[in-house]
Nanobody, 121 residues
Framework: QVQLKESGGGLVQAGGSLRLSCAASGSIFSINDMGWYRQAPGKQRELVASITRVGTTNYADSVEGRFTISRDNAKKTVYLQMNSLKPEDTASYYC???????????????WGQGTQVTVSS
């Protein structure tokens, strides 16, 4: 079994910062891309940022320059540093990892249960 456990969400004032963490555990052979998605009430889930195994990053236009994604492969952990937060960043944030559980096995996407980020104006 594979688990992705997020932490670091909470309530912050506009202009503040939060750091999200997501640790993968369980039967994992290798992890490819990792990323963060978010979903606000009444909206579709959207990609916030992603990072490849070798550190290539991709950001949504709405967070470019304010958020930074990073990962520690040895710890099987991905981070999201969020600065200059805005009320429109309020959402549930979900960790994603594309991984395989055995050598030669297929890659599958796994998701965390989500952590709430609320930014007050």
């Amino acid at each position: 079994q594979v688990q992705l456990k997020e932490s670091g969400g909470g309530l912050v004032q506009a202009g503040g910062s939060l750091r999200l963490s997501c640790a993968a555990s369980g039967s994992i052979f290798s992890i490819n891309d990792m990323g963060w998605y978010r979903q606000a009430p009444g909206k579709q889930r959207e990609l916030v940022a992603s990072i490849t195994r070798v550190g290539t990053t991709n950001y949504a236009d709405s967070v470019e320059g304010r958020f930074t994604i990073s990962r520690d492969n040895a710890k099987k952990t991905v981070y999201l540093q969020m600065n200059s937060l805005k009320p429109e960043d309020t959402a549930s944030y979900y960790c994603n990892a594309r991984l395989r559980q055995s050598w030669g096995g297929l890659e599958y996407d796994y998701w965390g249960q989500g952590t709430q980020v609320t930014v007050s104006s």
